[in-house]
């Protein structure tokens, strides 16, 4: 699977969008972009996933850049719960091919 | 509630005893995983069950023995631990075969304190 690179932490302010950057400059072309998010003391979570289409649901959207290299996971109106870490994963959608987690981006929604 | 239930949340043990985690879902899923989280690192796939069969063991140490008796549930048995061991344990299940789109359920864990 292709390494994702994002920013070890950012803040955003409560009822703001939050703009989640992920670098994946050598994905190939059947790989999809998952996002995750761990609130503290839990297990992650499942958020979205897209392969070249921009995507939406309740949670969050996940724009897909047109060379495929980057993402952006946008949270439209943050809350305090949503602080937590959130982890960008590619992924070929293959029953042999597992998620592997990195290090993730600490979001820190203040009041 | 994501359907996947985890207990104990949290285990102290001496590093002769034995003890085991235990998961169970009931989302109708037919994979069930485990996964370590030290202290700062990023979660590890330890082993993965497709159809109550192993299908990995990303080379764990043989103190850490999974069972998989059927597809809703999932133990891992601890024995002889370090303490490099203590870490969250992570218990998640999903589809599996063709249908495996990559959503893994997770549960809340089991905290795991080797003294």
């Known amino acids: 699977d292709a390494k994702t690179t994002q920013p070890p932490s950012m803040d955003c302010a409560e009822g703001r969008a939050a703009n989640l950057p992920c670098n994946h400059s050598?994905?190939?072309?059947?790989?999809?972009v998952y996002w995750y998010r761990q609130i503290h003391s839990q297990g992650p979570q499942y958020i979205i996933h897209?392969?070249?289409n921009n995507e939406t649901n309740e949670m969050a959207s996940l724009i897909i850049t047109e060379d495929r290299k980057s993402s952006t996971l946008i949270l439209p109106h943050a809350t305090l719960r949503d602080t937590a870490v959130y982890y960008c994963?590619?992924?070929?959608?293959?029953?042999?091919?597992?998620?592997?987690f990195g290090g993730g981006t600490r979001l820190m929604v203040k009041p | 509630e994501t359907g996947v239930t985890q207990t104990p949340r949290h285990l102290v043990m001496g590093m002769t005893n034995k003890k085991s985690l235990k998961c169970e879902q009931h989302?109708?899923?037919?994979?069930m995983y485990w996964y370590k989280q030290s202290a700062k690192k990023p979660l590890e796939l330890m082993f993965v069950y497709n159809f109550k069969e192993q299908t990995e063991n990303n080379s764990v140490p043989s103190r850490f023995s999974p069972e998989c008796p059927n597809s809703s549930h999932l133990f891992l048995h601890l024995h002889t631990l370090q303490p490099e061991d203590s870490a969250l344990y992570l218990c998640?299940?999903?589809?599996?075969?063709?249908?495996?789109?990559?959503?893994?359920?997770f549960g809340e864990g089991s905290r795991l304190t080797v003294l």
């Open positions: 897209g392969l070249k």
């Open positions: 050598t994905i190939s072309g059947n790989e999809y």
């Open positions: 994963i590619v992924r070929i959608n293959n029953a042999g091919n597992m998620l592997t």
């Open positions: 998640a299940s999903s589809l599996s075969g063709l249908s495996n789109t990559g959503e893994l359920f």
């Open positions: 989302l109708g899923h037919n994979a």
